[in-house]
């Protein structure tokens, strides 16, 4: 069911059921983090393997510290600067965090949301929230309440409809390294350049890692059901002659293909744009069925195209 009442969510929450929250990134599938038993039903109802850690959700830093053994003074300054917001820090947990929700690793990632009815319903609980994007495992997120309803709608409580996600791309991951600098683990709705500008020069881990404890930034992992091609149009038609080929751009059409086959993110030549409406449309297609393969060329490796390239990287097939 799918509404915009926050204490009914709330109440679902605190009984252990999950509710579909509407956050600035994606939408999240959520259940109280220290519930082992709700925590379990987000794996069950994604089909999420349970090596997979989870980001919990919170509305205020200070409400996670009994949960974490301390906040390093360099992510508590990207936490003055970015919370609330896209950020997701990385914590070293207590043993009050189930293992579930960490995947049995000793960090915890933390997030804080600056979607006005998470942040409501975040104020009204006194557990935090532990919240993946509401969507079948390997799936690309939701960015509608309608996504989760169409994909998961039978699996979850409620649905609290805060209506179209403002990012699209999930939430910048960071940690600290043992050396003491900022890492990005994954890249994210906050840009590297945002993060530099207040953290100085940051590491970029740009290897999709094959590490099972982390499928967020797994090679494969946010794909469409219909293949993806990455790359230049005219070499793409010439490859993939024959086929039913729907092209998403960002602002620009395509000569070699008929207009009603071209999907384009961002008229206006907005990357933030372009990024909230990447998910939305790549499942507009999934959904049409109808064509064989999408085309679509890289976007400027800037701000949040950055974002984009690296999901559009781990969409693509191989032709
Ligand atoms: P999401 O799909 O946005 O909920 O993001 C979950 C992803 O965050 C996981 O797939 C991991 O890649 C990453 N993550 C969460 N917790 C940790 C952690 N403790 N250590 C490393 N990565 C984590
Ligand atoms: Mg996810």
Not at 53 to 63: A, N, Q, Y
Not at 206 to 224: E, F, I, Q, R, T
Not at 286 to 292: F, G, V
Request: charged share 25%.
């Amino acid at each position: 069911m799918i509404g915009q009442d926050i204490q009914k969510a709330a109440d679902l929450l605190k009984k252990g059921d999950l509710v579909a929250i509407p956050t600035e990134t994606v939408y999240g599938l959520a259940a109280n983090a220290l519930d082992t038993a709700a925590v379990a039903r987000i794996f069950e109802a994604k089909d999420r393997p349970s090596f997979d850690p989870l980001i919990i959700h919170t509305d205020r830093i200070e409400k996670i510290k009994p949960f974490v053994k301390s906040i390093p003074e360099k992510l508590q300054v990207l936490i003055d600067a970015f919370s609330p917001g896209p950020l997701t820090i990385l914590l070293e947990k207590e043993a009050t965090i189930p293992d579930l929700v960490t995947a049995g690793l000793p960090t915890v990632a933390v997030r804080i949301p600056a979607h006005p009815m998470s942040k409501k319903l975040l104020e009204s609980l006194d557990f935090p929230l532990a919240a993946p994007s509401a969507n079948p495992f390997g799936y690309i997120s939701p960015t509608r309440a309608k996504h989760v309803e169409d994909q998961l709608g039978d699996k979850v409580s409620y649905i609290l409809d805060g209506g179209n996600c403002d990012f699209g791309v999930e939430s910048t991951i960071v940690k600290l390294t043992e050396n003491g600098s900022v890492q990005v683990l994954r890249k994210g709705g906050l840009s590297v350049e945002a993060l530099e500008e207040v953290a100085g020069v940051v590491e970029v881990n740009d290897v999709s890692s094959s590490n099972p404890n982390a499928p967020g930034m797994l090679k494969s992992h946010y794909a469409p059901k219909t293949p993806i091609y990455v790359g230049e149009m005219n070499s793409a038609v010439k490859k993939l002659k024959g086929k039913r080929i729907a092209f998403i751009g960002f602002n620009m059409l395509n000569f070699s293909l008929p207009v009603e086959d071209q999907f384009l993110l961002s008229m206006n030549f907005d990357l933030k744009e372009a990024a909230s409406n990447l998910f939305a449309v790549m499942r507009q297609l999934d959904k049409s069925k109808k064509y064989e393969v999408i085309v679509t060329d890289w976007f400027p490796e800037e701000g949040l195209g950055r974002a984009i390239n690296d999901r559009l990287r781990r969409a693509s097939s191989s032709f």
